[in-house]
């Protein structure tokens, strides 16, 4: 773990979701993660995918949700302060041109980063509030398709005319939808998975491929 000092933190109005800007000047591809820990507890690392690089100020930035243990060590941050990252790590997104973009909740956050490094067919992201939606919205590209919960994202994007290579991250069952009713072009799914290592040595991220064989989300993905 390499320690980082807390350059920006930005919060949704409702608090739910944190834009966490760091000094970490590395090379990544879009869709790739890092490990971060705040403190000394929880003991174990939170993967969060990487959302936005800027190259001239030095920053690396993650959108987190309000969720678990980790957040409330988050809250207690100032920026000046440092938290521990390991990364990057995983695979990312392949550099095809004009991607059509399906993010569901933070599930959006490596999609932004695709979408900042190359023009893109199309962007639809599922919120689950208007909070939310207000929040992200000024980081999407112009023309982006918003749905707030309880509309999901997949119904205003499978309905469409629309043919190409897909990109998604999101909750599970929005991935299986897309999966399995998509035929226009292939597709590219970034999986959110609990894990503890990041590297394939805990073993602790298994998913079952359609072949039957058995991949670590960590090592082997996080991007099918």
């Known amino acids: 773990m390499t320690n980082v000092v807390v350059r920006q933190m930005s919060f949704s109005t409702d ?13 990544v591809r879009p869709g790739q993660f890092a490990m971060l820990k705040a403190g000394d507890w929880p003991v174990v690392p939170r993967p969060f995918s990487i959302c936005a690089q800027d190259r001239e100020a030095g920053t690396t930035s993650f959108l987190i949700r309000r969720k678990g243990l980790l957040w409330e060590q988050l809250l207690r941050l100032q920026p000046g302060a440092t938290v521990q990252i390991k990364g990057p790590l995983g695979n990312g997104f392949p550099e095809l041109p004009a991607p059509l973009l399906v993010g569901g909740g933070c599930g959006v956050a490596p999609l932004l980063f695709v979408a900042a490094t190359r023009l893109v067919a199309g ?3 599922g919120v689950a509030s208007a909070a939310e939606r207000d929040f992200l919205a000024p980081l999407l590209p112009v023309g982006t398709l918003i749905t707030v919960n309880p509309q999901l994202v997949t119904d205003a994007f499978l309905p469409g005319d629309h043919a190409g290579p897909v990109f998604a991250c999101g909750p599970s069952p929005m991935l299986r939808v897309l999966s399995d009713r998509y035929h226009d072009g292939p597709i590219w799914l970034s999986l959110e998975e609990r894990m503890a290592c990041g590297e394939g040595l805990c073993k602790g991220c298994p998913v079952r491929r359609r072949d039957g064989s ?3 989300v960590c090592s082997d993905g996080p991007v099918f």
């Open 123 to 125: 962007f639809y992201a």
């Open 15 to 27: 608090r739910s979701l944190l834009l966490l800007a760091v000094d970490w000047r590395v090379d």
């Open 214 to 216: 058995v991949a670590l």
